[in-house]
């Protein structure tokens, strides 16, 4: 799954864009010249669809970046893609996203128990 394009905000922390932009946020704002949350959210639907049809009794292993993932997880569960900006998510961390009966949704989120010392 493609990371998020930021446009003009490639590589800039928050309080940098801050500086010329108040109060921004990626997840209300987005990024100026690059991806909408929702266009990102698209792209995470179509990402969505295919693992559905992959059926309930396969396991699909998806890899990619904290903010796209986010927006994955939001779509997985039906909620708009800006809700990623509430699933907080570490370095390294594991997710699991699933079914309950028919219904889908997260069954483990941001585990980094695994994660150990240097």
């Known amino acids: 799954?493609?990371?998020w394009d930021y446009?003009?905000?490639e590589g800039r922390t928050t309080p940098?864009?801050?500086e010329t932009r108040p109060g921004w946020t990626v997840w209300?704002?987005?990024p100026s010249e690059g991806e909408t949350v929702d266009e990102v959210g698209v792209r995470a639907d179509r990402v969505v669809e295919r693992v559905v049809g992959a059926g309930k009794d396969g396991t699909v292993v998806l890899v990619a970046h904290g903010h796209v993932l986010r927006i994955l997880a939001a779509r997985w569960?039906?909620?708009p893609a800006s809700a990623g900006g509430r699933l907080a998510l570490g370095t390294?961390?594991?997710s699991v996203l699933g079914y309950e009966r028919e219904r889908r949704v997260i069954w483990q989120w941001n585990d980094t128990s695994h994660v150990g010392e240097p």
């Open 1 to 3: 799954l493609q990371e």
């Open 7 to 9: 446009g003009e905000a």
């Open 16 to 18: 940098e864009i801050r």
């Open 28 to 30: 209300v704002e987005g």
């Open 77 to 79: 569960i039906e909620l």
């Open 92 to 94: 390294a961390a594991l």
